[in-house]
């Protein structure tokens, strides 16, 4: 186990997980390598490939400033999504691809890659699904973990805010989320366990690391995780939004919750009901926003739209910079006006997604989404 380096607390990036299209059909494209040789040398070092060659991945520099984190990502996906067009391919988010079959996918050309396959056999090509991974600075290793166990309660939420992934195979799965569901086969996965402090989490996965399974902690699928050699603790419960605008917003939701419980403001329950955070979780996956649980800090019954509503009352009580309020009701509104879920599933009933008519179009409707800018907050938007 590396050692933890502090970093400067409540700093933040972003991980964004896109898929690569054919313009033509709106099929995956097994073209990252090609594309990433075609970047602008300015923008090519923030990107890199994932498992699976139809994916490309940004990866932001650390930030302390919103709107700077936007201004960044916004100027490098242009520049991808420029590249990608000459090259007749399109980008778009979503946490899966309608028509996604594994034995299409091509495992990328790396160490890491070559790993997988050795390992896990179908399992990399079957997960090729594309999330939003969000990090926030630490201070010190024990406060990643003590952060860490609050986020993890709250991924329930993070997956409903996000839900983006309703179709599987041509199909309507009957969830609004069911890239989550994915990870699930492999052996450490779901939630992370609740750990008492550093000390406590360097044993587990040392014993872990013992059953040759896992390696390292990138073997390890949780829905948080810390991540030693950058001084963080990651949320990776997200599908990637289908807009860029979402996924930073929802990055400042992350950063805000994380501040509550560095502060002390907001803990896990002392005595959790037994199986509570894998039937949240199940439930977030299924029914998005709709769904209704138990609040995990209260223990009281409550939809999910309650529940992040009486969040964000706590949140605006603290001393929150003011273009991170944008960005929070920004986040509102998206909860209000445009559920990426039932919006997907609209769509695909209007253009005939399951190809009887115009998969195409239905592609090409998401991937003009990524770069979209709201109006101001309260105007309807698509």
């Known amino acids: 186990m590396s050692s933890f380096k502090p970093s400067r607390p409540l700093t933040f990036g972003i991980e964004l997980e896109l898929q690569i299209i054919k313009r033509r059909d709106g099929l995956l494209s097994p073209s990252c390598p090609a594309l990433l040789q075609s970047l602008p040398a300015t923008s090519r070092a923030l990107f890199m490939p994932e498992a699976t060659q139809s994916t490309i991945e940004f990866v932001s520099t650390v930030h302390s400033d919103v709107s700077d984190m936007h201004s960044e990502a916004s100027q490098h996906l242009k520049s991808l999504v420029e590249t990608a067009a000459e090259m007749d391919l399109g980008l778009r988010g979503g946490g899966n691809h309608a028509m996604h079959f594994w034995g299409d996918r091509i495992a990328a050309p790396t160490e890491r890659g070559n790993l997988l396959q050795k390992k896990y056999g179908f399992l990399p090509k079957r997960f090729s699904t594309y999330g939003l991974h969000v990090h926030i600075g630490m201070p010190d290793a024990d406060s990643a973990i003590r952060v860490g166990n609050v986020l993890q309660k709250l991924t329930p939420l993070f997956i409903a805010l996000s839900a983006s992934s309703p179709f599987h195979q041509g199909m309507d799965t009957g969830f609004c989320a069911s890239r989550p569901l994915e990870s699930l086969v492999y052996p450490f996965s779901g939630g992370m366990p609740v750990f008492d402090d550093w000390a406590d989490f360097s044993a587990k996965t ?167 800018v709201t109006p101001a907050r309260g105007a309807q938007r698509h």
Request: charged fraction near 25%; charge should be negative; proline fraction near 5%.
């Open 206 to 372: 040392s014993a872990i690391y013992q059953t040759g399974l896992a390696s390292s902690l990138k073997d390890l699928y949780w829905d948080v995780r810390p991540k030693p050699e950058y001084g963080t603790i990651e949320v990776r419960s997200f599908d990637m939004p289908l807009q860029l605008e979402k996924a930073v917003a929802l990055a400042v939701l992350v950063r805000r919750c994380a501040a509550l419980a560095l502060e002390g403001r907001l803990k896990p329950p002392e005595n959790p009901l037994f199986n509570l955070d894998q039937c949240n979780r199940f439930l977030a996956c299924r029914d998005g926003m709709n769904a209704e649980l138990i609040n995990p800090f209260t223990g009281g019954k409550m939809t999910m739209h309650y529940w992040f509503k009486s969040l964000l009352r706590e949140l605006r009580h603290l001393d929150i910079p003011a273009a991170e309020q944008t960005y929070m009701e920004v986040l509102e509104d998206y909860v209000q006006l445009h559920d990426n879920a039932q919006w997907m599933r609209k769509l695909w009933l209007e253009t005939g997604g399951d190809r009887k008519q115009d998969f195409q179009s239905y592609c090409e409707a998401l991937s003009q989404a990524l770069l979209h």
